[in-house]
Structure formats: C-alpha cells, structure tokens
C-alpha cells in the first residue's frame, strides 16, 4: 500500500494502528493518581481521557450522544433487531466508526500499557467526526438561529480559547477538570505531561538566572549536557541532597512519590524522601520542577 500515493495515508495509519496493538502487550511502570504500578489500571485511559481532552468536546459530545438517543423514538425492546438492521444499512459508514472505536477502546482498557492519551489517537479523529455529524444534524433541526447556534458558538469559542491560552505547551494539557496544565502532574505523567520537551526551557532559566551549576534528573531524550554544558550535574535519589540548584521532570518526582501498588518492589533510596520538606521555586513548563537547596 506505502508505494501507491493514493493508498500511502492508510497504509501509515495501519502501520501506526498496529504499532500501537503490539506495544500494549508490554508493560510500563506508570505514575498514576498518586500510585505508581508496572500493571494497567481498567481506568486509566477513561480518566486521562476525561481530563485530557478539551472540556468543550466532551459538552459537545454528550449534546450529539443525547440527541441521537432522543431520535430513536420507540423504546428498544420493540422489533431491536429489525430496527438494528435498518439502521445499519442506513447508516454504515457511522455503524463502521462506532464499531472500530468500541473495539480499540475495548482493546486499551485490557492492555497492559498506561503511558499517554496517545495510545487513543487512532480513534481521537473518528470520535470527532462522529460528534460533529450529530451536532451538524442538531443544529439543522433547529428551524432558525437560536440557542442551540448560540451553545455550539461558545463552545468554539471555549475550545479555541483553551488550546490558544495552552500555547505552547499543547502536549502538557489538561482541561479544566484537572486544573489545567498546572494541576496535571497531580494525575498523570510521562507523554501526558513530560515527555523532556522542557530542558531548552531549562537552559533559558539557568542563563536568565546566572546559576554556576545545577544538578538534574532529566526525563526524556534530549542532551543536558548539550544545552547545559558544564553547568550540568546528573543527579538522581541515591546521591542524596545536593547543595543548591537542583531540577527534576515531573515524571521522575511522581514516580518516585507516589504509592507502589500491586507488588511493585522499590528501593528506599530511590524515592526522594529527602526533597519532600521542600518546595519548588519554579516550574519550567509544566514538566520541571527546579528547586533551591539550601
């Protein structure tokens, strides 16, 4: 399919597709709601999902699941299959997204991998065709420009708001429901929140600051020592408390704070006991946390 133009975008989403099903079979020690586990939790991606997602969709959403449910005008016991099967063959292509977005949900809540709402991009988009179908149709019921324009509007204008203000920290959102992008270490890490696009950021602070040196526990693929040169100290729990500036992604200090649960073995060392009494002095962009140690 990759050698054919026309058929090149599906042969990429396939490939991602099932990228996506044969990293699930592993495993991933995860920080999750003050819980760090190397098993899934059957929540984890109904939760991220609720708090990672624009609170202006899921409005959206439950309006286009209210107004389908409102067309169906007899109740469901009377001739379900007959009406099923109408349905379908009216509706195959919604009958189709439906049925691939259940299965993948149903496959991601049995996986044993939680480490991002990533893991839900493959449905993401069909989920937002399928809403703007039925918002579309409710709003052509509407017989003239009334609340239901009016709602759809703010909501618009809410969601464009949101991912504006969020700019340019768009992969460390979280919506309103987990206090934005400031209150998401408190729920979830890794590519939620920290995924080390912050040690430039990291750089910039230590440059406007004039720091001498500064020892980090850096989560992600990037170089400290390519932005930070020899300011750049690693650091990690065992070594204990170092003197003065210290940094940390977010992604190590939850997990090495949060509760190990179903049998998850950790080392006493490793759990930065000694950085609890203190408070950070800055965060740079959502995913580092930088500390002064006296």
């Known amino acids: 399919m990759a050698d054919k133009p026309a058929l090149r975008p599906f042969a990429q989403y396939l490939l991602g597709f099932l990228m996506v099903l044969q990293r699930s079979t592993g495993g991933n020690t995860t920080f999750f709601l003050g819980e760090v586990s ?3 939790w059957p929540m ?37 299959y007959h009406r099923l099967k109408t349905w379908v063959q009216n509706h195959f292509v919604e ?16 996986a044993n991998l939680n480490i991002g709402v990533r893991h839900l991009m493959p449905v993401i988009p069909l989920t937002y065709i399928l809403v703007g179908n039925q918002i579309s149709k409710w709003l052509n019921n509407a017989k003239r420009f009334n609340f239901r324009t009016l709602a759809v509007g703010a909501l618009f204008i809410w969601y464009i708001f949101g991912t504006l203000w969020n700019f340019p920290h768009f992969l460390s959102y979280f919506n309103e429901l987990a206090g934005g992008p400031y ?3 408190r729920y979830a890490t890794d590519s939620n929140l920290d995924w080390g696009q912050d040690l430039k950021r990291l ?9 001498p040196s500064i020892a980090v526990d850096y989560f992600g693929g990037g170089s400290p020592r390519y932005y930070l040169g020899d300011k750049y100290e690693p650091w990690w729990s065992a070594k204990g408390k170092p003197r003065g500036w210290f940094a940390i ?8 704070w949060g509760e190990p649960i179903k049998n998850l073995a950790t080392k006493p060392e490793d759990n930065y006991s000694w950085l609890r009494p203190h408070e950070p002095v800055a965060t740079i962009g959502h995913s580092i946390f930088v500390y002064y140690l006296p």
């Open 183 to 185: 209150g998401g270490w």
């Open 44 to 80: 984890y991606f109904p939760i991220i999902y609720a708090i990672k997602e624009p609170l202006a969709f899921h409005i959206l959403t439950i309006i286009a699941l209210l107004f389908a449910a409102w067309k169906i005008k007899e109740p469901f016991w009377r001739a379900p």
């Open 95 to 110: 009958f189709a997204l439906l049925g691939f977005i259940a299965f993948y949900w149903f496959m991601s809540v049995r």
């Open 203 to 211: 750089a910039d602070f230590v440059e406007e600051k004039q720091i």
């Open 38 to 40: 190397n098993q899934a």
């Open 249 to 256: 992604s977010a992604t190590f200090r939850q997990s090495a």
